[in-house]
């Protein structure tokens, strides 16, 4: 019926795909961006995070920073106090990954909308060029 | 028990984590990595397409074409042939996620391994000096 295609997608390829989706999968766990761009405005407690991130169980926040924890991305650091004191913060490679995070944002800002299919240029609106 | 936190983390990043997720939620579909790193060696055809990317059924490639093509990432041509030819390849923005997707690979090959939490610098095994 058709003629087999030389098999141009190689074995660098599917391990490309495969490294992208580790990073994917690490980034676009639940509540990681909401996480990471949270501690990108400074060091904050547990109970800061669990505040101001609104709308997440103190179970998935605390798998949340252990996940990132362990991945390299927040530090956390426990102070001997009554009551104890916990803080999180990035690391230099949690800064990396919220600088991709901001990209994917930016280019999501430009070229999707609202998780609505982006129109092709040829259909997007055109501005009125005024009377 | 502890004091209110200000709130810092405004409107702005709630709107910056919700886009950020939408780029994530598109690139992150099952398969859509794989088909943009394949289409960027060049157009292919459907059936080259199945056959290249692997492991994957026709129902499911056929949602993620039709995912990618809604989101302006890539294009589909048909030809009125006969049996039917149809080909697709990336658009400049298929480009330009692909581009994206790419960074997410080089941050994953330098900071995570195989999918293991990535080690600390300070942990990470220091080559061997020679003697």
């Not at 102070?79 to 949690?94: A, D």
């Amino acid at each position: 019926m058709h003629s087999v295609p030389s098999p141009t997608f190689e074995a660098s390829d599917y391990e490309m795909a495969a490294g992208t989706r580790r990073a994917l999968h690490l980034l676009a766990g639940k509540w990681s961006v909401e996480v990471l761009y949270l501690l990108a405005n400074g060091t904050r407690r547990y109970s800061e995070v669990l505040y101001e991130v609104g709308e997440i169980s103190k179970k998935t926040l605390t798998q949340t920073l252990r996940t990132l924890e362990r991945a390299g991305l927040v530090t956390r650091r426990a102070y001997p106090e009554v009551p104890p004191r916990v803080e999180y913060s990035l690391t230099s490679l949690g800064w990396s990954a919220t600088g991709l995070l901001m990209s994917l944002y930016e280019w999501s800002e430009e070229h999707l909308v609202d998780g609505a299919p982006a129109r092709p240029p040829h259909l997007r609106a055109v501005p009125d060029q005024g009377a």
